[in-house]
């Protein structure tokens, strides 16, 4: 009796034997391989989110570099308080090539209310042309095109009497009140 139940005790040793090593060996492995490839993947989503993380960026900061430039070449062509007779009389400029009487009222005593913090004044400024309105129409025209033009709050037109004589040109008198405000550059 022995004998027939040695062959199958010998199968039954080595299959545990075998069952023992590999409880002891491969499966660890196979588990350090696994957590190994998922600490991998995880690494490498991380590296994935801080490549657009990156790249998001830098395009935030193309942006932001092309929003810089746009808001230096705008605030360039913003006059300065020193500029301002140059501003007044571009305006005059084109009331006279138009022919048209002006006046020009600015409220100076806003321009000193800036703030430490701001670096622009709004100054309240009212502009008066008068003459024929097919003249006031372009030169109001030519204000819009000024390289920055006037910001409008309100803007009036009136009629007068008919223009009498060889300079009346087609119509009678009008008058154009524009009250806007001026931007001021402080240096």
Known sequence: MTTRWTAPLIAFVFFAATT?????????????????????????????????????????????????RTISALRARIPTDRDALAFVRSIETIAAAHGLEVRIAIDWAAMGTTSANRRLTETPMTIELRGPYPALVAALRDLERRPLPIAAASITVSGDAPIAGPQSGAGSRAQLVVQARALWRTP
């Open 20 to 68: 023992a090593v590999a409880i002891a060996f491969i499966v660890p492995t196979a588990q350090s391989i696994l957590r190994a490839y998922a600490e991998t993947v995880a690494a490498h989503e991380q590296l994935e989110q801080r490549y657009r993380s990156i790249l998001a960026r830098g395009q935030a900061q193309r942006e932001l570099a092309a929003r810089e």
